[in-house]
Structure formats: structure tokens, C-alpha cells
């Protein structure tokens, strides 16, 4: 089992920049493939970027493209997200996910159904 907890979500005014963490408790945090999701109210849960098991490749959604940087720190268990340029678009809950089974193609990594563990969300609000 891992426990994930995400942090540094809150309100920001268009164009601002926010940083997530997700803390991890389990001792094998070097071995999932890490992701971020965010949920809009009424709306479904949709990819935003992941991270393979050792932070070498990375994949985001088209809307984050150049904007949001994803990373880990693997010694810290801990993954995250530097999001910049934010835009009211950007409002939702935003989830961090890791996933145990080993893929080489990171697209797998943006359906939900891959990820095994999930934390409780941190709501990230960004005005105009």
C-alpha cells in the first residue's frame, strides 16, 4: 500500500504559478510511474502530466504543454508539478496517482485505469 498527499494547491490570479507536491509513505516509491489528474465540477477526471519510475521521461496534456513541469525526487518520495501561466481553465481538484505495472509507452500513463493509488485532492482555484 501508498498513502499519497498532495500540497501547495490554493488561489492565484491568472498568469500566476503554483507548485504541487505529492508525499508518498510507501518504501517502493522509485518503482510506480507517478501521475497528475485534475476534476473540474461536473466534469471527469482528465490527465494533466506523468513521470516514469526514474523522472527520464515525461508526458503532458496539450493544455500544459509549456506551461506546468512535472518532476520527482525519489530519495524524498515526493512528485511535482510547477504550474505557470495559469489560467481559469486551470480550476479543479487536482489528484496525484501512481501506478505499479511497468510500461515503456508513457501513453498508458494518461488512462486513469492504470493507476492503482490515489491521493484526496487539493483544490487549485485560479481567478481572473
Avoid: H
Wanted: aromatic fraction near 12%.
Amino acid at each position: 500500500q501508498v498513502q499519497l498527499v498532495e500540497s501547495g494547491g490554493g488561489l492565484v490570479q491568472a498568469g500566476g504559478s503554483l507548485r504541487l507536491s505529492c508525499a508518498a509513505s510507501g518504501r517502493t516509491f522509485s518503482s510506480y510511474g507517478m501521475g497528475w489528474f485534475r476534476q473540474a465540477p461536473g466534469k471527469e477526471r482528465e490527465f494533466v502530466a506523468a513521470i516514469s519510475r526514474n523522472g527520464g521521461r515525461t508526458v503532458y496534456t496539450d493544455s500544459a504543454k509549456g506551461r506546468f513541469t512535472i518532476s520527482r525526487d525519489n530519495a524524498k518520495n515526493t512528485v511535482y508539478v510547477q504550474m505557470n501561466s495559469l489560467l481559469p481553465e486551470d480550476t479543479a481538484v487536482y489528484y496525484c496517482a501512481a501506478g505499479r505495472t511497468y510500461s515503456s509507452d508513457l501513453d498508458a500513463y494518461q488512462r486513469t485505469e492504470f493507476y492503482d493509488y490515489w491521493g484526496q485532492g487539493i483544490q487549485v482555484t485560479v481567478s481572473s
